[in-house]
Each structure stands twice: as C-alpha cells, then as structure tokens.
C-alpha cells in the first residue's frame, strides 16, 4: 500500500530521482524468485515514439504551429531549436491555440512504422516485460498515433507524454520506469537521437542506438547500435545486463535432511541380591 502511494505522489513530483527509484523497486524476496524462473521480467523497455516506434517528425509541426500563433499574436516567430527546446508545460498553458493548430496539423501527419518495430514488441509481450512510450506530443495524440498504428495493447497505457512534463529525456525515461515499475538499471531505452542516449545513461538505464537520423559511428556512445529493431534478440539485449543476477541475491532454500530415527537399546540392570536373602 505505501508503495502505491509513493508512485502515485512521485507522478506529479518536480524531479524524479534515479537512486529512489533503484530503492523503491528494490525486488523483495518473492519477486527474487520469480525474476530467476522467468529472467526476462525483471527488466523494463522504453521506447521513443519519434524515430523508434514510427517515423514521425513532430518538430516541423510544432514549429508551424508555433509559427501561426506567433503571427497572430504579432510576435517573434521561433526557430526549430527553440522549439524543440522549450518548456512545453508552461507553452501549453500559455497559448490554447497553439493547442488548436496542432491538433488540427496532426491529423494530415505521415505516421509510418519503423521496421520490425511490431516484431521485437511482440517478443518482449510474450515474454511479459513491460514496455513504455515517451514522446513530446500531447497525451491525446500520441494515443491517437498508438492506435493508427495498432500498437496501443503493447503499452497498456504506459505512455509519458506533454502533459507529465518531462522536458529533459532523463526525466522522460524516468518516468516511463516509474509507471512500468522497473528500476532505472533493469531499464534499456530505444531511441534514434544521441541526446536520448546520453538522457538514458545519465538515469542508468542501457540505450540501444538505432541508426537513421544518426550513422553508426555517431551513435558509438549507445550500448548496442543497430540498424533495424528486428536484428534484436533477447539474449543480445539481456546481455547488457550481464552484470545483474537476482540469482546471486536469493539464498537457497534449505535442503531438508531425512529424519534419522534413534535405534533405542533397552538395558537391563540385575538387581542385587539383597544380604538377606541369604539367610532366610
């Protein structure tokens, strides 16, 4: 029950703690257990909607949208970088029809499925390890992205979108480890950007560098580069954990020994005659 509470209080928290998290889902001894017998659930996926779920570049929209409102409201128009840097909290409460010009952008957006993205998801919900998806879009449209694409069942609503607040990847991913609660260590992020595998480092999380918007040696930095998700297997990407093992953690449980049953010997004692009894 506390830990209910402090998941639900650290949702809304200003700044998520990656050593209060490793402690919060420390695996208590029965989880130990489990973990050994079905390896795979002790660890978390993470997911970059942009550039690792589906090619989508959000930015050039965001920018647009920011581009009319600005014009409208006789303002400076800003730039990509700017707007892929901005503190998308206080923007959304500042302008509602920003909010309008993207929802009405986003429904002309192309939205197109990495390859053997459904493939590797598929395998990780077979083997029940729970997966998250963060992006920059507003939580209404990155469901509506989930659903174009078919995916929504993967996640079970495990999405961190604007609305968390999460501006910086490392707080993004985070807090995709809180809500599918796994510690940040058990926790390996897919994302196409450099900036989100440093972000998933510095949460001690394992990045998987998949290249497009980047080459290969530009991605160097993350655990595991490739090019496609379906070169994945399990084994390559739980070998980044390889120095995790719940089974050094859990004692063993104690070997009963058969009972030995005592032989019992029954002596017996002469009674001593008394001296009487010779003179009777």
């Known amino acids: 029950m506390w830990r209910r509470r402090r998941i639900s209080a650290l949702k809304t928290a200003g700044e ?6 490793q402690d919060l889902f420390e695996p208590d001894y029965l989880q130990k257990k489990l973990f050994v017998k079905h390896p795979n659930r002790a660890f978390g996926a993470v ?12 930015i050039p929209t965001f920018t647009a949208a920011w581009g009319q409102v600005a014009e409208e409201f006789g303002v400076e128009k800003p730039t990509e970088e700017t707007v892929s840097l901005a503190d998308w909290g206080e923007a959304r409460m500042m302008s509602r029809r920003y909010n309008d010009i993207v929802s009405e952008s986003f429904d002309d957006l192309d939205i197109t499925p ?13 083997e029940e390890v729970p997966c998250a998806v963060v992006s920059k879009l507003p939580r209404r449209m990155l ?24 501006d910086r990847a490392e707080q993004a991913f985070l807090h995709a480890a809180l809500i599918i ?43 595991l580069v490739v090019s496609s998700l379906d070169e994945l297997r399990l084994p390559n990407v739980r070998g980044l954990f390889a120095d995790v093992d719940y089974e050094q953690h859990v004692m063993p449980e104690p070997e009963l020994e058969p009972e030995v049953r005592r032989q019992v010997r029954t002596k017996t004692l002469e009674r001593e005659q008394d001296y009487d009894d010779y003179y009777y």
């Open 114 to 126: 990495r390859p053997g993205v459904e493939g590797w998801l598929s395998i990780l919900a077979a």
């Open 16 to 21: 998520l703690s990656t050593f209060e998290l």
């Open 47 to 58: 997911f970059k909607l942009e550039g690792a779920v589906a090619d989508v570049d959000v």
């Open 181 to 223: 609660e796994r510690q940040p260590a058990r926790c390996v992020v897919f994302s196409d950007t450099i900036s989100d595998v440093v972000g998933a480092h510095e949460a001690d999380m394992r990045a998987v560098g998949l290249m497009g918007t980047h080459p290969a040696y530009e991605l160097r930095i993350a655990d």
């Open 143 to 166: 469901e509506t992205c989930l659903q174009r694409l078919n995916y929504t069942g993967f996640f079970n609503d495990n999405i961190v979108s604007a609305e968390d607040e999460r």
